[in-house]
C-alpha cells in the first residue's frame, strides 16, 4: 500500500489497574480487554468508577498499580513520559462540558492542534478542520465562537476536534449528559459514523439504550471492580451478576 | 496700697497677653540650614537658625509669643493667603509677584545667588562663563526660590528640589552641572562639603523680609519697628554674625534697603507674561513626560507582574514563596519611600561599595519608571494570577489530550482567556498608575504635576493653572476609560456565554 489509509484502531489492554484518592479505592484492579476497532460503554452506578477509569486511559490521571496498553506500548505506575507523549498524539478525548477554547472559533479550535502540535501550516490545518466540521455538520458554523452554540453544536465541535489529530482510539466521557433529547440524538449519531471509521472507542454512559445498540461491548463497572463485561446485548438483556441485575433493573425501569 | 500697684500691673499684663494668642510663624525646617532647622541637642532636638533667633528677638520686642508652624517653602504664600499662620519669614525673598498677593516688611537680610560645582572640575569659573560654555547646563535649586525663576529665564534645564540637601547631594553624584541656591544655604551646605566647591563671588542680590498678609497692616508696622530697632542697636547683626552671615554687603546695605528701587531680582514679571500661551507649551512639556512615565512603568508592572504570577501558580513551593513575598513587600510600602530609596538611597549605597556613577545612571525618569512599575507589578501580579486560576482545569486538560504541551497551553489556550479576564481591572490600574506618576515630582522629575506647581508658585495663579492641568489630565486619562469599556464589549459579544 503506497497511499494513506485512515489510521486504524490500536487495541487497549487494561490490567489490575488499582487507583486511590487517599484511603478510597476508586479503582480497585480493573481489568479489561478491548480489541482494536470496537467500541467499549462503560455503565454503571455514580462513583463506579467509569470516569476515573477513563481518565486513566486519557493519561488524565496516574494510577497506583497496574498497566494499561495501547498495542506494544505500556503505561504503568509512576514515571510514563516516553509512552504518555506517544498516547497524546493517539488518543483524543470528549468531555462532558466540552471544553472547548472560548478565545477560539470553531474553526480555530479544531484547527488548534494539527497546527500547533503537528505544525501544519496554516491553510493546510484549516482544510483539515473544515473537512472535520463537515463531517459532524458543523461547517455552516466554522466562524462562530463557541459561546454562540448550543449544547449540541459545541459537542459536535468538540467530536472535530478530537479528531484532528487523527487518533487511533477515542474517549468519550459521558458526552449526551449535558444535553437534551433531540440534540442528543444528533451527536450519537455523528458519534456511529465515526465508529463505522474503524476508531477504538471507549465511551462512559448513561444511554443504556444506545450503548445496547451502538456498541460492541459493554463493561458494568461498580465499586471499582469490573462487575460484568461482555457483548453489549448479551450484558444488557441477561445480566449474569446481581450487582449488574441491580443497576440495569434501576435504570430501566 | 503702695504694695497693690506693682500686682495690679501684672495682673493688667497677664490679661492682655492671654487676650492676644500668640503669632502663627510659617516656616519650613526640614533641610532649612541655617534659617530654621532641627540640631540634636542634650534632650531630643532643638530647633536652632538665624532666623528663629530672630523671632525670639521679635518675641521680646513685640511682647507677645511667636508659635513655630512648620509649613512648606513653596506654599508659603499661598498659606499666609489662607491665614494658617500670621507671618511667613523663611528667606522668602521679596519679588513683585509676591508683592501682590502679601505685604512685606524691611528686610532682615540681603541675600545673593551662589553657584556651586564639584571640586576640581573647573568646567567653568562662575555663572556668566557657565552661561556662554554650557548654556543647556542642568543646574540644581529649590522650588519656589528666585534662584529658580533666574535659571529658568537664562533656558537652562532646571531640577527644582523641595530642600536644598537633596540638590547638594545630587550635584555630588554627578547628577546635576551645578547647584545655584541662596549664599546662607551654599554656606550651610555645600561649604562644608568637601566634595564641592564655590564657583565665582556671589551674585543677583535681593532682599528677606517677613511677609505678612495683606490685611494685617497694624502687625506690619510693629514687625518693622521691632527690626528696625535691631538694625540701629546691632542685635541683627550679632544675630548674622553668630550664623557666618555678616558680610560687607550687609554692611553696605542693609540699613538703606527698604526702598524698592535697584534691586534687580525683584523686577516684575509683569501680569501679561503668565498667559494661557506661555505657560500651555510647558504644560504640555510635562503631560508628556507623565505620558512617557506611565507608559513605560506600566510595562515594566504588566511584564514583571506576569512572571510574579505564574512563578507563584507553577513555581515550585519555595521559589513561589518568593512571588508571595514580593506581591505583599511591594503592596506594603508606599511608592514615594521606595522612589526615594532608588533615586537617594541606591546611589549613596552602590558609591559606598565602590561603584561610582550609579548616580548618574539613575536619573528621576529611570527611579520613577522602576519604582512605580515594581509597585504596580504586585497588583498586576495579583490580577493575573485570579485571572489564570479563574481558567478552568478542564482548558489544561483539553489541550493536554490534543498533544499539547504545558507551554503551548499556557501561552497559546489559557493566556489569552486569562488575558481577557484581567483587562478591566488592568486599565483600571492604568488609569490609577496615570494618576500615580505624580509622585514622581518629588524626585524632581518635571512631569505634569511638578511642571504645574512651578507655574502657579511662580505665577500665585493657582486655580487658573490649575484648571488647564485638570483638564489634560482629563483629557488623557478619559479616553482610557473608554477604551477599556469598548474592549470589554468588544470581546463580550464574541465570547460571553
Known amino acids: ?253 | 496700697m503702695a504694695g497693690v500697684w506693682p500686682f495690679a500691673v501684672l495682673m493688667a499684663s497677664c490679661a492682655l497677653s492671654a487676650g492676644e494668642a500668640p503669632l502663627r510663624w510659617g516656616c519650613d525646617e526640614e533641610g532649612g540650614a541655617p534659617y530654621c532647622f532641627k540640631r540634636q541637642a542634650a534632650r531630643g532636638f532643638e530647633r536652632v537658625g538665624f532666623e528663629v533667633e530672630i523671632v525670639q528677638e521679635l518675641e521680646k520686642r513685640l511682647g507677645r509669643a511667636i508659635e513655630f508652624t512648620q509649613y512648606p517653602f513653596d506654599n508659603l504664600v499661598p498659606g499666609l493667603r489662607k491665614k494658617d499662620f500670621d507671618l511667613a519669614m523663611n528667606g522668602l525673598e521679596v519679588t513683585a509677584d509676591r508683592r501682590r498677593e502679601v505685604s512685606f516688611t524691611r528686610p532682615y537680610y540681603l541675600y545673593r545667588q551662589q553657584l556651586v560645582v564639584r571640586k576640581g572640575e573647573a568646567r567653568f569659573a562662575d555663572y556668566e562663563a557657565m552661561r556662554r560654555t554650557l548654556p543647556r547646563a542642568r543646574v540644581g535649586t529649590m522650588d519656589g526660590t528666585a534662584a529658580e525663576r533666574l535659571l529658568a529665564s537664562a533656558g537652562f534645564e532646571v531640577a527644582g528640589y523641595p530642600a536644598p540637601t537633596e540638590a547638594y547631594r545630587d550635584l555630588g553624584l554627578g547628577r546635576l552641572d551645578a547647584v545655584l541656591l541662596d549664599l546662607p544655604m551654599a554656606i550651610s551646605y555645600a561649604g562644608k562639603d568637601p566634595a564641592l566647591e564655590f564657583a565665582g563671588a556671589p551674585f543677583a542680590p535681593g532682599r528677606y523680609a517677613i511677609a505678612v498678609h495683606p490685611d494685617a497692616a497694624d502687625l506690619r508696622l510693629r514687625l518693622n519697628k521691632a527690626l528696625d530697632g535691631m538694625i540701629s542697636d546691632g542685635s541683627l547683626r550679632a544675630i548674622l554674625e553668630r550664623w557666618g552671615l555678616w558680610d560687607g554687603f550687609q554692611e553696605a546695605h542693609l540699613k538703606g534697603s527698604t526702598s524698592e528701587a535697584s534691586w534687580e531680582l525683584e523686577a516684575d514679571t509683569g501680569e501679561g507674561e503668565w498667559a494661557l500661551s506661555r505657560y500651555l507649551p510647558l504644560l504640555l512639556e510635562g503631560a508628556l513626560v507623565t505620558v512617557q512615565l506611565t507608559a513605560c512603568s506600566f510595562a515594566l508592572a504588566m511584564s514583571l507582574g506576569l512572571l510574579v504570577a505564574i512563578t507563584r501558580l507553577y513555581a515550585p513551593p519555595p521559589v513561589a514563596a518568593l512571588a508571595i513575598a514580593y506581591v505583599e513587600f511591594f503592596r506594603g510600602i508606599p511608592v514615594l519611600l521606595l522612589l526615594f530609596f532608588l533615586y537617594f538611597g541606591l546611589p549613596a549605597m552602590a558609591e559606598g561599595a565602590g561603584w561610582n556613577g550609579v548616580g548618574e545612571w539613575i536619573t528621576p525618569f529611570v527611579a520613577a519608571t522602576v519604582g512605580l512599575g515594581l509597585n504596580y507589578a504586585a497588583y498586576e501580579a495579583e490580577i493575573y494570577r485570579a485571572s489564570l486560576q479563574a481558567v478552568p482545569r478542564g482548558q489544561w486538560e483539553a489541550a493536554t489530550c490534543l498533544g499539547m504541551s504545558r507551554r503551548l497551553t499556557f501561552t497559546h489556550v489559557v493566556l489569552p482567556q486569562a488575558l481577557r479576564t484581567a483587562l478591566p481591572p488592568m486599565t483600571g490600574d492604568l488609569v490609577a498608575l496615570f494618576k500615580d506618576t505624580s509622585i514622581a515630582s518629588a524626585i524632581a522629575l518635571v512631569e505634569l504635576n511638578k511642571q504645574y506647581q512651578i507655574l502657579a508658585k511662580s505665577s500665585l495663579k493657582f486655580v487658573e493653572i490649575g484648571l488647564a492641568t485638570a483638564v489634560l489630565y482629563l483629557a488623557l486619562s478619559l479616553p482610557l476609560g473608554y477604551l477599556s469599556r469598548w474592549l470589554e464589549q468588544a470581546w463580550s459579544r464574541d465570547h460571553d456565554d
Open chain 1, 1 to 253: 500500500m503506497t497511499t494513506e489509509s485512515p489510521p486504524a484502531g490500536i487495541g487497549i489492554g487494561v490490567n489490575g489497574l488499582a487507583k486511590n484518592y487517599g484511603t478510597r479505592k476508586v479503582l480497585n484492579g480493573v481489568s479489561l480487554d478491548i480489541p482494536a476497532g470496537t467500541t467499549m460503554a462503560l455503565i454503571g452506578p455514580s462513583g463506579g468508577g467509569k470516569s476515573t477509569l477513563l481518565r486513566c486511559l486519557a493519561g488524565l490521571e496516574s494510577f497506583q498499580d497496574g498497566s494499561v496498553a495501547f498495542g506494544d506500548k505500556t503505561l504503568v505506575s509512576g514515571a510514563n513520559h516516553g509512552a504518555l507523549a506517544w498516547l497524546r498524539s493517539r488518543v483524543g478525548m470528549i468531555f462532558q462540558d466540552y471544553q472547548l477554547f472560548p478565545h477560539l472559533s470553531a474553526l480555530g479550535n479544531v484547527a488548534a492542534a494539527p497546527r500547533w502540535v503537528g505544525g501544519l501550516g496554516a491553510a493546510e490545518a484549516r482544510d483539515r478542520a473544515m473537512a472535520l466540521l463537515r463531517k459532524v455538520g458543523m461547517d455552516g458554523h466554522a466562524s462562530a465562537y463557541p459561546a454562540k452554540l448550543s449544547g449540541g453544536q459545541k459537542q459536535r465541535v468538540a467530536i472535530a476536534r478530537a479528531l484532528a489529530m487523527g487518533p487511533r482510539v477515542l474517549l468519550c466521557d459521558e458526552i449526551t449528559a449535558a444535553l437534551d433529547p433531540e440534540t442528543k440524538s444528533d451527536v450519537l449519531g455523528v458519534l456511529e459514523e465515526i465508529r463505522s471509521d474503524g476508531l477504538t472507542i471507549v465511551m462512559v454512559t448513561h444511554e443504556i439504550g444506545f450503548a445496547r445498540r451502538a456498541a460492541d461491548r459493554v463493561a458494568l463497572l461498580a465499586d471499582g471492580q469490573v462487575a460484568e463485561c461482555g457483548h453489549a446485548r448479551e450484558v444488557i438483556d441477561n445480566p449474569a451478576s446481581s450487582r449488574a441485575i441491580r443497576f440495569l433493573a434501576k435504570v430501566m425501569g
